[in-house]
């Protein structure tokens, strides 16, 4: 078989040759080596500078990956610094709440003494007359035993008004308790549970969140609650407090309404419309009248409000927040309020008994009923020395009127001084004597007649009470230790009439 011949046709090839372009020479030569390596050399380049390029992004991916793991740490790091400032800002709204709620149980524990101590001395008060009274019953029927009528009749009369007497001390209300076993106090936690409720965690600019804690309206009020911190500042504004889109704005205190009448100041005040939540109430705070902390004097719905019983010659710093259910509202501006210098007052008609005729603008007083009834002055004092005169305008059949101070609530339907809550120096017109708790002191010659004038002197300083009977002091010192509020007072039936 004839051998396989191989063609020698000499090869076509078509060369890539740098440097030529579209119109470039076509090699049509056989093997054209040199060609060939120029080729090589240009493809290894390109294969070089792409090399290169990956080379360096790797070299970035070892780079981003030990950074990653880095940013794991860093987050493991700024995680646990997180959740300590979380915890530390939440134990510190855990310890203000604490100290409130110490400072709340204190306050729940002085009512319940307060009330203790009055059923105590109720009870003593009380047990004391129930003594004498069983006392004379027994001393009455022994002398009912008695079969000499002359003898009988020589003590009779007195026994009947002694007897008469004693069942006088028996008032309506003698029996019955003075204060009552529950406590007229309320804790309404609404706002400041849906405060906690509402805590949240708020973004920052940079992306990085918090909790807002110390800025928080909760933070401040429980902040405020625990250390009574107060402003003193005369129509100035009082620190911000964060509001929310729902909680009341601060109220205006309108100035043309606020005013000082004696020892008594009335302030008003008014809103902007309510935005979302309607405004469930109004708290007023003053201070002590000496730049000392602020207390509450008013809770409610009213917005206009009369503070009695202050100090005279004092400056009082007033202001007043706005509250609904979702939070307590900013401060007003501070209003300052000076009560009177001097004292003046008449006789009040608002808590008088209803046998008490006033007449003179209330500048005199005279009685209805051949009983004793009492009548309050329209002032009060809790500091400072006061003195004061009555005059006896009319004086029949000698009775024997009182004078002195007494609490707001003291009873009025029987002479003053015969219950816990008044001091007197009841007098006719050959003697008198001191009376508080119906225990008679201190036995005076002198009387009262006709143009008369009886003085009382309140010394809170020193705490006394004295008397006076025509400019001259009557009797020794009343009564000391007193504390407290007191207002002056005089009981009187039919058969006089005095004027202040």
């Not at 302030?267 to 935005?275: S, Y």
């Amino acid at each position: 078989m004839p051998p396989k011949s191989h063609s020698t046709s000499p090869s076509l090839i078509l060369c890539r040759c740098g440097g030529f372009g579209q119109s470039g020479v076509k090699c049509l030569a056989q093997g054209h080596n040199d060609s060939s390596h120029q080729w090589e050399s240009v493809e290894k380049c390109q294969l070089s500078q792409a090399l290169n390029g990956v080379s360096d992004k790797a070299k970035d991916a070892k780079e981003f990956l030990v950074q990653l793991k880095n940013l794991l740490q860093q987050i493991q790091e700024s995680g646990v610094e997180f959740e300590a400032c979380v915890v530390a800002q939440c134990d510190s709204l855990i310890e203000a709440l604490t100290r409130q709620k110490a400072k709340l149980l204190t306050k729940v524990t002085k009512e319940k003494e307060n009330k203790q101590k009055v059923v105590r001395d109720q009870i003593t008060h009380c047990t004391m007359r129930l003594r004498q009274t069983t006392g004379m019953m027994e001393y009455c029927l022994e002398v009912l035993k008695e079969n000499d009528p002359t003898g009988f009749l020589q003590i009779s009369d007195a026994l009947i008004k002694r007897v008469s007497s004693s069942q006088d001390q028996w008032v309506k209300g003698a029996l019955e308790p003075k204060v009552a076993p529950e406590f007229d106090l309320n804790l309404n936690t609404d706002a400041l549970l849906q405060s906690i409720l509402q805590l949240d965690f708020c973004q920052s600019k940079a992306g990085v969140a918090f909790v807002d804690v110390q800025d928080g309206a909760l933070f401040k009020q429980l902040q405020a609650a625990d250390s009574g911190e107060t402003e003193q500042m005369d129509q100035t504004e009082s620190p911000e407090v964060e509001t929310g889109p729902s909680v009341p704005a601060a109220p205006l205190l309108q100035l043309e309404k606020c005013c000082t009448r004696n020892n008594s100041a009335t302030l008003a005040w008014r809103v902007a419309a309510a935005v979302g939540n309607p405004i469930e109430g109004y708290i007023l705070e003053l201070d002590d009248g000496s730049g000392g902390q602020y207390r509450e004097v008013y809770v409610g719905k009213e917005t206009v409000c009369t503070v009695d019983g202050l100090h005279f010659n004092s400056s009082y710093n007033a202001r007043v927040k706005a509250y609904n259910a979702i939070g307590v509202g900013a401060y007003s501006k501070t209003v300052v309020l000076k009560t009177s210098d001097v004292a003046w007052f008449t006789f009040d008609p608002t808590s008088a008994h209803r046998d008490i005729v006033l007449t003179n603008e209330n500048q005199t007083v005279s009685c209805s009923s051949y009983d004793d009834r009492v009548v309050l002055g329209t002032a009060a004092f809790s500091k400072g020395v006061h003195y004061w005169e009555v005059t006896i305008d009319r004086y029949d059949n000698h009775p024997d009127p009182a004078f002195g101070v007494a609490r707001i609530n003291a009873t009025k339907d029987m002479m003053l001084g015969k219950d816990d809550k008044a001091w007197a120096m009841y007098v006719d017109n050959n003697r008198s004597w001191f009376m508080h708790n119906n225990s008679h002191t201190n036995r005076a010659e002198g009387g009262i007649s006709k143009g008369a004038t009886v003085g009382v002197l309140l010394d809170l300083v020193k705490r006394t009470l004295t008397f006076y009977i025509n400019k001259e002091q009557h009797g020794p010192t009343a009564f000391e230790n007193l504390e407290g509020v007191f207002v002056p007072a005089v009981s009187l039936n039919r058969n006089v009439q005095v004027r202040d």
